[in-house]
């Protein structure tokens, strides 16, 4: 299906553990974005890419690692996870620098 | 620092009354302002933006937004809301869509 998709959907992990989260576009959109979402602080920037095998860190980026090595594919890693990082993940996509940005339904993660 | 405030939590309205959301920036510049709508366990999908030119937005589902730069605002409008607009609403301001702030967010119920 066309679109941009995030799997899991929802995912329950320990303190500790690795955890990768997947984002996948259909558009060949150059950018792709994650965010977290949590109460009180809206959506805020994790990492972005602007090209693949091109990324650069967002407002929150400490315990995150992205990499792109696909243009569609943009997958975010939690290498130790805390229970800080229980959130709600978006992924989005955008084809260029003043184009719109279309957003995934998210990845809700909790870390126990 | 840029920052995005959006003063009201919750608003509730009648069904068919007239809707104002307030989103209040601060930025160095002009920015790029965007309103975006999420529905419980979706994404966000894009209502209108503002990169230039006239400072009143048309936007989908009937929204639109005007930019008034001497008061560092850009409220969304409604003239007659439905059921269906209960949601929550994202202002978000930047640079570019690449470098977006987002406010904490707005949920609106509608009640008949």
């Known amino acids: 299906d066309a679109g941009i998709t995030q799997s899991p959907r929802y995912k329950i992990t320990e303190t500790g553990r690795q955890v990768t989260l997947m984002c996948h576009q259909t558009w060949s959109h150059s950018y792709m974005f994650w965010y977290r979402q949590d109460l009180g602080h809206g959506l805020r920037l994790i990492y972005y890419?602007?090209?693949?095998?091109?990324?650069d860190k967002g407002e929150v980026p400490d315990g995150y690692v992205v990499s792109r090595s696909k243009t569609e594919n943009f997958p975010l890693t939690l290498e130790s996870a805390t229970r800080s990082q229980t959130s709600v993940y978006f992924c989005?996509?955008?084809?260029?620098?003043?184009?719109?940005?279309?957003f995934g339904p998210g990845t809700r993660l909790t870390v126990l | 620092a840029q920052s995005v405030t959006q003063p009201d939590i919750h608003i509730t309205v009648s069904e068919g009354a007239s809707l104002e959301l307030r989103c209040n920036y601060s930025?160095?510049?002009?920015?790029?302002l965007f309103w975006y709508v999420q529905s419980p366990g979706q994404g966000l999908q894009l209502l209108l933006k503002y990169f230039s030119g006239d400072t009143l937005v048309q936007g989908i589902k009937g929204f639109e937004a005007e930019f008034k730069r001497s008061q560092s605002s850009f409220n969304l409008r409604k003239p007659s809301v439905h059921w269906s607009d209960a949601a929550e609403y994202f202002c978000a301001v930047g640079a570019g869509a690449n470098n977006l702030f987002f406010g904490t967010g707005t949920r609106l119920t509608v009640i008949p």
């Open positions: 930025y160095g510049a002009t920015p790029y």
């Open positions: 989005a996509s955008m084809a260029g620098v003043a184009d719109t940005q279309y």
């Open positions: 890419s602007a090209a693949a095998d091109i990324t």
